[in-house]
């Protein structure tokens, strides 16, 4: 059986290597590919995982994850609500194509894992208001969180906010401009702060999302999605102010091995071990 990421580029992923680690793991003679894909073949693509008996499905990454949907023929509620489809599973051994999203149950496993209840956070910070970001304040509203949304564009915010709210109307979602009294009213009270941006992802690690002249909120729990590099500026600066801090790694394992779990009903937490001790093997 072969599974593939697409994406336009896909060069640079780890998946290959994550996902192989955890095929060999458990005995299955599987294999995973990279499937560069502009946006003019992807109907060819997904036409061919629907039609090939010897494909499985496929990840899905930038600038595609909202590209897929249209072809498929079932999306899970979690990623209808995200607008994203990160997870493509061939249903039986049918033609029939599902959809999920498994980055935001792939982040609080992290959290978790690190022995963070992400219900007991209380409030949360999400720096950043793009499609990682929609993701990770679903998850956070999920178990029960007030989220506060910062980000330079006050208008992606807001958006954001008003896409996802109907979704939890129990749980105040609230948006902020990323200036430093829009930070300061942000940050007031968070007990987990989540980097949802680009700043301080390789090549530009001299980059981060925080305003130097805000302090970061007391026993705050920072994370990070940057995996590359394992410590980035901002988490450095959690650090000096004495926060817990997690990169991104994590979670890249933790979303993958939900991603296997579609593919292959093998529990995802016989594998997240084998995905995480891969990628922090290759990752520097």
Not at 129 to 148: C, D, E, N, P
Not at 149 to 162: F, K, S, T, Y
Request: glycine share 10%; charged share 15%; net charge neutral.
């Amino acid at each position: 059986m072969r599974i593939g990421l697409i994406g336009f580029p896909v060069s640079h992923s780890a998946s290959p290597r994550m996902q192989g680690a955890a095929f060999a793991a458990v005995g299955l003679d599987w294999t995973y590919e990279l499937w560069n894909t502009p946006l003019e073949e992807l109907p060819a693509r997904m036409q061919a995982i629907r039609l090939d008996p010897d494909l499985g499905g496929a990840n899905v990454t930038i600038p595609h994850k909202q590209n897929v949907m249209p072809f498929l023929d079932e999306i899970s509620p979690h990623a209808r609500a995200i607008g994203a489809v990160n997870t493509i599973v061939k249903v039986g051994a049918g033609t029939r194509l599902y959809g999920d999203n498994t980055d935001w149950i792939g982040f609080l496993n992290d959290l978790r894992h690190y022995g963070v209840e992400p219900a007991a956070c209380g409030q949360a910070l999400v720096l950043g208001a793009g499609g990682s970001a929609r993701g990770i304040v679903y998850a956070l509203a999920s178990v029960g969180l007030t989220v506060h949304v910062i980000n330079r564009n006050l208008a992606r915010a807001q958006e954001l906010v008003a896409a996802l709210q109907p979704a939890f109307p129990a749980q105040p979602l609230r948006a902020f401009s990323l200036t430093p009294d829009g930070l300061m009213a942000a940050a007031r009270g968070a007990g987990l702060i989540v980097n949802c941006t680009s700043a301080g992802m390789s090549p530009h690690a001299d980059t981060t999302p925080w305003l130097s002249e805000i302090p970061m909120p007391r026993d705050a729990i920072v994370h990070d999605l940057v995996y590359k590099p394992p410590l980035t500026l901002f988490m450095q600066q959690a650090q000096q102010a004495g926060l817990r801090v997690y990169g991104g790694m994590g979670m890249l394992a933790e979303q993958g091995a939900v991603a296997f779990e579609h593919w292959t009903h093998i529990p995802a937490d016989r594998v997240a071990g084998i995905m995480r001790d891969t990628l922090a093997a290759i990752v520097r």
